[in-house]
């Protein structure tokens, strides 16, 4: 990575996608696509690519503006932040989708796994390879991890879901290699339902991600929530699966806090990990917090976490709020970085 302040920002993947490009309104009704969703684009699919490039550039000069030291493409170009990656593997059949139930407790379409997972072609590579071309700050690029996959998919095949994690893992981590060769200074895995299914996680979580990071030379994160506070509701307080991430391979551990006022004394836990903690609530898609609010935030991660260690986030679910909500959270986040690194 090029050089970094100390406290660097960052998001943890997606921004708000503009009404020209997707219905919003659609967007926000419905839970996370599982299966593709093409219904939400607006820009009819000769022009979509072209569409998702011009949204992409406006996410990017967007965290440039609001100062984020470490920035994506905003994921602008997904249905949701996993059925990108999930739905190009071979092994799913996607015309004669299953069902499996959501983090809610809901029955959602889902992929269903009719043979061996592959991945048989690059999936993300161009959105990495355009981020890099259009922006000199450092890049992190996003796939969903492999036991959150196996969450949503009707295993038809395996019949036996560390299996499939297994296979899953296998295809992220050939497309992890890919983004490092793009051009992506990290590379994060998404692993909400760590937290949802965390009996399950206990039996066959780590080995899965483990396998996805296997041989990976770059800076890797794993990124774990309570899911959208948007869409989930009913939150825990506090994580039932994360001091065993300690145990990963993956360098950076990125977590919410804000929205649930999680006890961070959880961090001591995670042993040398850098963490990327999330200081900004993103359950209010109208305000914008005070720089005073996210300065103790920050603060109170600092009373666990050496600040060599920390890089600062909002919470995750970004695509949901309107554009200038959204803005106005990470600047806010970035002066708060700001004062209180001066403090330091």
């Known amino acids: 990575m090029t050089d970094l302040p100390l406290l660097p920002t960052t998001v943890v993947g997606s921004y708000p996608q503009p009404e020209w490009l997707v219905d919003r309104q659609m967007l926000g009704s419905r839970l996370p696509p599982r ?58 059949d ?3 989708p299953g069902t499996a139930l959501d983090r809610t407790g809901h029955a959602n379409p889902v992929p269903r796994v009719v043979g061996p997972i592959r991945r048989t072609r690059p999936v993300e590579r161009r959105d990495v390879e355009f981020l890099r071309v259009n922006t000199d700050r450092t890049i992190k690029a996003t796939l969903p991890g492999p036991f959150t996959m196996s969450q949503q998919a009707q295993d038809d095949y395996y019949h036996d879901e560390e299996a499939l994690a297994m296979a899953l ?15 992506a200074d990290v590379v994060q895995l998404d692993e909400p339902y760590l937290q949802a299914r965390a009996e399950k996680a ?33 939150r825990p307080k506090g994580y039932p699966f994360l001091e065993e991430l300690a145990d990963t391979k993956a360098e950076q551990i990125s977590l919410e806090s804000a929205q649930q006022n999680v006890d961070l004394g959880v961090l001591r836990s995670l042993g040398s990990k850098t963490l990327i903690v999330g200081v900004i609530d993103l359950a209010d898609n109208s305000a914008v917090e005070h720089e005073d609010v996210v300065v103790n935030r920050i603060k109170n991660a600092l009373r666990f976490v050496d600040p060599e260690r920390l890089i600062i986030g909002p919470d995750c679910g970004m695509k949901y709020l309107p554009r200038e909500t959204a803005f106005g959270k990470l600047s806010v986040m970035v002066r708060a970085a700001a004062s209180v690194r001066a403090g330091l």
């Open 35 to 92: 299966v593709r969703a093409r219904e939400i684009w607006r820009v009819s699919a000769e022009l979509l690519e072209q569409a998702q490039d011009d949204a992409t550039v406006v996410a990017i000069r967007d965290m440039e503006r609001a100062g984020i030291d470490i920035i994506t493409d905003g994921e602008i170009r997904r249905e949701s932040y996993s059925n990108r990656f999930a739905t190009a593997l071979d092994g799913m």
């Open 94 to 96: 996607l015309d004669n």
């Open 169 to 183: 893992a296998g295809a992220v981590n050939a497309e992890v290699r890919e983004l490092f060769a793009a051009g």
């Open 202 to 234: 206990a039996r066959f979580a780590l080995p899965a991600i483990n396998r996805a990071l296997d041989g990976i030379k770059g800076t890797t994160a794993l990124h774990t929530c309570f899911g959208y506070a948007h869409i989930v509701h009913n």
